[in-house]
């Protein structure tokens, strides 16, 4: 679970769940968000109440003073799914408008910035520049390690790692750059800022 002031919630990263099966995930939040779906829509329940159609970016916030304790996820399709779901408590706003691209602003000023296709392999890439006005970021390693470091120079089996299929929170306001030992390979991140 990732805490920051006035918030705090937990990322389910690859949830795979087979063609025509059902995972349910045990997580109490206010809120849940779909970051990245394998598939076009599958459906999802929350608690014991009914499967509605869902997608990537499909969210949900309840109602003041309620909360969920299970999300149900179903895979009608003939394909498996892989899903990634973020759920928490607090002031994540869920009246955001997506913009094609990278780029989603909340209400209020504060700015939640997703780009779910940068792909880091053999070579150095820039995950992060710098920013002052950065309150928080989550990286997404997806398949493979990244090795995080300040700079270009940032090199495979560093001091700092995301492991495969693992998730870092940071809340630096410096350039963070990502390196992995594999051609390739895509990551997700999220920067919060005010």
């Not at 849940?32 to 009914?50: C, M, N, P």
């Not at 408590?89 to 094609?100: H, K, M």
């Not at 296709?117 to 990244?146: F, H, Q, S, Y």
Request: hydrophobic residues 45%.
């Amino acid at each position: 679970m990732v805490q920051m002031p006035g918030r705090s919630y937990s990322v389910y990263e690859n949830i795979a769940v087979a063609a025509g099966a059902e995972v349910a995930i045990a997580s109490q939040g206010e809120f849940f968000i779909v970051l990245a779906s394998s598939l076009s829509t599958f459906l999802l329940g929350i608690d014991e109440g009914r499967f509605n159609v869902a997608k990537k970016g499909h969210k949900v916030r309840m109602s003041p003073g309620q909360d969920f304790h299970n999300l149900r996820i179903r895979n009608p399709n003939a394909s498996g799914l892989v899903v990634d779901i973020a759920t928490g408590f607090g002031d994540l706003s869920d009246n955001a408008t997506e913009i094609d691209g990278a780029v989603r602003t909340a209400a209020g000023g504060d700015q939640f910035t997703y780009d779910g296709n940068v792909t880091v392999d053999l070579v150095a890439v820039e995950l992060l520049p710098a920013n002052v006005n950065r309150t928080g970021a989550i990286i997404l390693a997806g398949g493979a390690p990244i090795w995080l470091g300040p700079d270009n120079t940032v090199a495979v089996a560093g001091n700092a790692t995301v492991g495969a299929n693992g998730s870092l929170s940071i809340q630096h306001q410096g350039a963070v750059w990502g390196i992995r030992g594999v051609a390739g390979t895509k990551a997700g991140v999220y920067e919060e800022t005010n």
